[in-house]
């Protein structure tokens, strides 16, 4: 399905990019690759008009399994100043991440006792969203956000925001400034980190032993049980599960005292990790048994989850065909990063897709990486209803369903692409 101009500019760019030998986390050399996706452009590449006829620098994008401690990791890493210094992503522009944040903040304060007036510290703090729940409770923030036009917005919403890395010189900082935080929080940025070990010796130096550092990724369960591929890429490092976490956390004297599941990003853990803390909750326990259960430690599981994408990209592509084929108009439903690996893996572009529409400002106007489709605000959609909707923004099914009901009631229809592609 690929065009003849995306083939002529596809270049596979080895600069900037590293390939790995070990594991990031226990720094064996026991990897085991059993799913490749690449090579593929940056997943937040987005391109304006005169980007289009340049060449798009193109990675691989492998997926190992260490059979040490279980990590499931990326092959490859990308200099992060490539990634994330002109970020896409605003968290402020999901509804439904505003209404999990704000829950966040009061489950948190909540659950740790927090007095009012605590210092809250969030790493990779986007535009603010996170934080201004927090402010909102009578807490004092400060964010950490590396991607400079992402921190100039939340500074201009009035979260106090440092542009810059974390790293060990800058907690300390922190620390002798404003003394050490309460509740150090890094949402949806722990699996990003390639080197996790200066990460953590980072917030180690934030912490006392009143502090309680909690972070939330994709968890690795659901990502196999529901299939969930296109969320691999190359901001995505690592793909965790709770075994590899604990042996982790505690060789740096941290524990994890407890977990969540939650909804977001198709399935994610909340993990609380404090400093040399004797108990932790029955769910920890739970978790790990669920884990063994899964066999997330056999190569064979990943290998399966391999056999499945290829399954999804075949239904996915004659389902797209045979509908396109019949004359129906189809566009796609959101431009998230997961949505550029799912279209160019199944290499599907504007001869199946007459857009795609997104709530985000900075992707409107722009064309996704590699298959070149262009963005349009959501009222396009409103006012240019496609028969399909092929929902790249899966996550939020049950919210765009409810938003977009009057959709439906006309005729239209959304295809969920994972677990299994289906006409809803
Ligand atoms: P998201 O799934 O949060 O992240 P990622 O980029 O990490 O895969 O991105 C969702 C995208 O979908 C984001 O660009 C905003 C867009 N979106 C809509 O266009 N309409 C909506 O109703 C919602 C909820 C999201």
Same mark, same amino acid.
């Given at each position: 399905?690929?065009?003849?101009?995306?083939?002529?500019?596809?270049?596979?760019?080895?600069?900037?990019?590293?390939?790995?030998?070990?594991?990031?986390?226990?720094? $064996? *050399?026991?990897?085991?690759?059993?799913? +490749? &996706?690449?090579?593929?452009?940056? !997943? @937040?590449?987005?391109?304006?008009? #005169?980007?289009?006829?340049?060449?798009?620098?193109?990675?691989?994008?492998?997926?190992?399994?260490?059979?040490?401690?279980?990590?499931?990791?990326?092959?490859?890493?990308?200099?992060?100043?490539?990634?994330?210094?002109?970020?896409?992503?605003?968290?402020?522009?999901?509804?439904?991440?505003?209404?999990?944040?704000?829950?966040?903040?009061?489950?948190?304060? $909540? *659950?740790?006792?927090?007095?009012?007036? +605590? &210092?809250?510290?969030?790493?990779? !703090? @986007?535009?603010?969203?996170?934080? #201004?729940?927090?402010?909102?409770?009578?807490?004092?923030?400060?964010?950490?956000?590396?991607?400079?036009?992402?921190?100039?917005?939340?500074?201009?919403?009035?979260?106090?925001?440092?542009?810059?890395?974390?790293?060990?010189?800058?907690?300390?900082?922190?620390?002798?400034?404003?003394?050490?935080?309460?509740?150090?929080?890094?949402?949806?940025?722990?699996?990003?980190?390639?080197?996790?070990?200066?990460?953590?010796?980072?917030?180690?130096?934030?912490?006392?032993?009143?502090?309680?550092?909690?972070?939330?990724?994709?968890?690795?369960?659901?990502?196999?049980?529901?299939?969930?591929?296109?969320?691999?890429?190359?901001?995505?490092?690592?793909?965790?599960?709770?075994?590899?976490?604990?042996?982790?956390?505690?060789?740096?004297?941290?524990?994890?005292?407890?977990?969540?599941?939650?909804?977001?990003?198709?399935?994610?853990?909340?993990?609380?990790?404090?400093?040399?803390?004797?108990?932790?909750?029955?769910?920890?326990?739970?978790?790990?048994?669920?884990?063994?259960?899964?066999?997330?430690?056999?190569?064979?599981?990943?290998?399966?989850?391999?056999?499945?994408?290829?399954?999804?990209?075949?239904?996915?592509?004659?389902?797209?065909?045979?509908?396109?084929?019949?004359?129906?108009?189809?566009?796609?439903?959101?431009?998230?990063?997961?949505?550029?690996?799912?279209?160019?893996?199944?290499?599907?572009?504007?001869?199946?897709?007459?857009?795609?529409?997104?709530?985000?400002?900075?992707?409107?106007?722009?064309?996704?990486?590699?298959?070149?489709?262009?963005?349009?605000?959501?009222?396009?959609?409103?006012?240019?209803?496609?028969?399909?909707?092929?929902?790249?923004?899966?996550?939020?099914?049950?919210?765009?369903?409810?938003?977009?009901?009057?959709?439906?009631?006309?005729?239209?229809?959304?295809?969920?692409?994972?677990?299994?592609?289906?006409?809803?």
């Amino acid at each position: 399905m690929q065009d003849a101009m995306n083939i002529s500019t596809r270049k596979v760019k080895p600069e900037g990019m590293k390939v790995i030998t070990e594991c990031r986390m226990c720094h $064996k *050399k026991n990897l085991h690759s059993f799913l +490749s &996706l690449g090579p593929i452009p940056l !997943s @937040n590449s987005f391109l304006s008009k #005169d980007q289009l006829s340049k060449p798009e620098p193109y990675y691989p994008l492998d997926v190992h399994f260490c059979s040490d401690c279980g990590l499931v990791q990326l092959g490859q890493v990308i200099d992060p100043e490539l990634m994330f210094k002109d970020y896409a992503y605003l968290t402020g522009t999901s509804s439904p991440m505003k209404t999990h944040f704000t829950s966040l903040a009061k489950r948190v304060t $909540k *659950k740790f006792n927090t007095p009012k007036g +605590s &210092l809250i510290v969030d790493i990779g !703090s @986007n535009d603010g969203t996170l934080l #201004d729940c927090f402010k909102t409770l009578d807490m004092k923030v400060l964010g950490i956000e590396p991607a400079t036009n992402v921190a100039k917005l939340a500074m201009s919403r009035g979260i106090e925001t440092l542009d810059s890395w974390f790293s060990k010189e800058l907690a300390q900082n922190i620390c002798s400034v404003r003394g050490k935080p309460r509740v150090i929080l890094a949402t949806n940025v722990f699996a990003h980190v390639h080197d996790i070990d200066g990460f953590i010796r980072g917030i180690i130096n934030l912490m006392d032993s009143d502090s309680v550092f909690i972070i939330e990724v994709p968890y690795l369960i659901d990502m196999l049980d529901k299939v969930e591929f296109d969320t691999i890429y190359h901001e995505h490092l690592s793909y965790i599960s709770l075994r590899p976490l604990v042996t982790f956390f505690k060789e740096f004297g941290m524990d994890i005292i407890d977990v969540e599941r939650i909804d977001v990003h198709g399935g994610s853990l909340r993990v609380y990790v404090q400093k040399d803390s004797a108990s932790s909750s029955s769910t920890v326990k739970q978790l790990l048994e669920l884990e063994i259960k899964t066999k997330l430690d056999s190569i064979e599981t990943y290998r399966r989850f391999a056999t499945s994408v290829g399954r999804i990209k075949a239904e996915l592509t004659s389902l797209l065909n045979d509908l396109k084929g019949r004359g129906a108009r189809i566009s796609g439903y959101g431009a998230p990063a997961k949505g550029n690996i799912l279209l160019n893996f199944c290499q599907i572009g504007t001869e199946i897709l007459d857009y795609v529409s997104d709530t985000t400002p900075f992707k409107q106007g722009r064309y996704t990486p590699g298959m070149h489709i262009p963005i349009y605000p959501e009222n396009h959609f409103h006012k240019s209803p496609p028969d399909y909707a092929l929902l790249l923004a899966w996550n939020y099914l049950d919210d765009i369903l409810r938003k977009e009901d009057g959709y439906r009631k006309t005729g239209g229809k959304f295809i969920v692409p994972i677990p299994k592609p289906q006409i809803v």
